[in-house]
């Protein structure tokens, strides 16, 4: 959600690639934050608008926790 106190929606970790996938989120269910973390690397936010077809992010930079 786009709203900082909204609870937690869908949690989810990387393969091997960095690839991820959100299950349980509805199709086409507007605006979320996605948060990303790494404990080494940091981490981001990111207001994502959920389409019919998905989101892809590319490649995203963390920064310092």
């Excluded at 991820?20 to 086409?28: D, N, S, V, Y």
């Excluded at 605006?31 to 404990?39: F, K």
Aim: charged residues 15%; glycine residues 10%; aromatic residues 4%.
């Amino acid at each position: 959600s786009a709203n900082p106190e909204a609870p937690w929606v869908a949690s989810a970790a990387t393969d091997a690639f960095g690839d991820f996938r959100l299950e349980g989120l509805a199709t086409a269910s507007g605006p979320h934050e996605l948060r990303i973390a790494h404990p080494a690397h940091g981490s981001t936010r990111l207001a994502v608008n959920l389409a019919a077809s998905g989101v892809v992010l590319g490649d995203t930079r963390l920064g310092a926790s």
